[in-house]
């Protein structure tokens, strides 16, 4: 996993800024029209859209999460419910990804994630702290505010699953050493499961980059939600 870190490294370095300032994605489910007439709902489609999937996860991180550049089916949330599907699970994916979020911006918006969700979270799969290390924020801060929202899930008994990232060479040693721990020392913490690098399978790979060389193809996305989402089963539990 580690040994194309330096390509990692020199890619990140070159174009740290694209990941951090890449726009949101449109969410087109929730685009309406202004002259869009109301149909009427039979008890049948009351009841169809009533009915949640018995296992709700939130993927809540930054543009890795987004879906960025891709089709909207092509982003990881929507691969990876339809990756756990085909196990046989009745499961629902939330995208609550946000391109450019920093750690603070997630711990900001955790809250009004989770509360504004049809039934508390089966599990929260939490991958922020690319974009604080891709402008050399400090460790420390990371730290507290990943660990601040590990505590707020903990609170509110939903389980956590942590996908960590690496900080290439080329950002000093002592920043790599502080930042490269922050996610096992979390999950060994508080208990929760642990994916420990969540490009691992794509970096060192260029044909899985969009051109921009940070953001993964739809191809790179299926890599990544092969690897994952085993780890996510067995998070889930039986």
Do not use: W
Request: charge should be negative; proline fraction near 7%.
């Amino acid at each position: 996993m580690l040994k194309n870190l330096f390509l990692y490294g020199f890619t990140l370095g070159f174009l740290q800024l694209l990941i951090a300032c890449g726009p949101a994605p449109v969410d087109e489910t929730a685009t309406t029209t202004d002259k869009q007439q109301p149909v009427a709902a039979t008890s049948n489609d009351q009841t169809a859209e009533a009915k949640e999937p018995d296992i709700l996860i939130v993927a809540f991180g930054d543009s890795l999460y987004a879906g960025y550049g891709l089709d909207q089916k092509e982003g990881f949330a929507p691969e990876l419910q339809a990756a756990l599907t085909a196990t046989g699970k009745d499961v629902r994916v939330h995208n609550a990804g946000v391109s450019g979020d920093t750690t603070a911006a997630g711990l900001r918006r955790l809250d009004f994630v989770i509360d504004s969700l049809p039934k508390k979270p089966d599990l929260v799969i939490l991958g922020l702290g690319g974009n604080d290390m891709l402008r050399g924020l400090k460790p420390a801060d990371t730290r507290a505010n990943l660990e601040a929202m590990v505590k707020k899930l903990d609170e509110r008994d939903i389980p956590v699953m942590l996908t960590g990232m690496l900080a290439p060479p080329n950002l000093g040693a002592a920043f790599s050493d502080e930042f490269n721990v922050i996610y096992p020392a979390l999950a060994r913490k508080y208990g929760v499961a642990l994916y420990p690098f969540f490009m691992d399978g794509v970096v060192g790979h260029p044909d899985l980059f969009l051109p921009d060389g940070i953001h993964p193809t739809a191809e790179g996305i299926d890599i990544i939600v092969g690897k994952i989402a085993p780890q996510v089963v067995e998070t889930l539990g039986e």
